[in-house]
């Protein structure tokens, strides 16, 4: 059977992500027992406390191994964490040694949502690709540089190490490891059971874009909200640049410097944001909207807002919009 460590952190651990990795893995475990196999997993939460209390104390968790006690591990869960994510690090330094160790003693790691910060933190994500919450992808670009964020991404999986994306979607990690280790069968009944679809692959209809904004250059920032305040304008980026006295070159540099995008992918991302809203909330054609985002190319319109979406304008509407598709 393999070890499962799912680590509890002392600051600010997301109950969700702790006991749903529980509940899926024993149920795993059930379902093989049920069909006359060997159980898969040895399941612990692990941490340093006795008892960590979450969500101001209404709830409790009460880890059944200590780190020390732990000599061997097969797999290693880290939850979720709430927004203070430098608090959150800060507060978690304790495990991060614990992590590291036993991922070089062959143990494979798996961060929960915005646990990649916690992940990212033992200097295991360095040079390489993860994913967590679109909503923190802007924080947690700014404090790992050096990790290949791809909050597109539902999932990764490199070198032994798998992040998910945001919320409930550690539920579609939990499925793929399930596969991984106990077989599709076993995957696909724990899918059916707790009503989880399966083989999803990315988040990017959930992400609103918003622009990261927490940098020091002024002159970018007042390029995004030009940017952002005419939405409906073709703008040349070129034109932009002079705007601000700026080389076309630096510009760039600068831009994706302080945003983690380049000009032109900015403006396609706040411009299908735009249209987003337009098909969540609006009986106008696609055709309709896609002009009053400045977009005069019916197929370029289409791949830009699948590229960032995942879907098709049309697909998206009927996902969002059950008026306007009535």
Known sequence: MKHISILIPEEDPNLSTIVGSYKVLARANKYLTDNGKDPAFTIQLVGNSKKVDVHDGLFSIHPNASLKQVQKTDLIIIPAIKSNYAASVAGNKDLFPWIAHHYKKGAEVASMCTGAFLLASTGLLKGRTCSTHWIASDAFAKMFPDVNLATDKLLTDEHGIYTNGGAYSFLHLLLYLVEKYCGRDT??????????????????????????????????????????????????????????????????RRFIKATSNTPVEYMQKVKIEAAKRKLETSRESVDEIMYSVSYSDNKAFRTVFKKVTGLSPLEYRTKYNKEAVR
């Open 187 to 252: 995957a696909v009944y724990c899918s059916k059971v707790f009503e989880i679809d399966i083989d999803r692959t990315t988040q990017s209809p959930f992400a609103i874009f918003s622009g990261l904004k927490d940098h020091q250059d002024a002159e970018i920032r007042k390029a995004q909200l030009f940017i952002e305040k005419h939405v409906s304008e073709k703008i040349s980026i070129g034109d932009l640049a002079d705007q601000f006295s700026i080389s076309r070159r630096n510009f760039d």
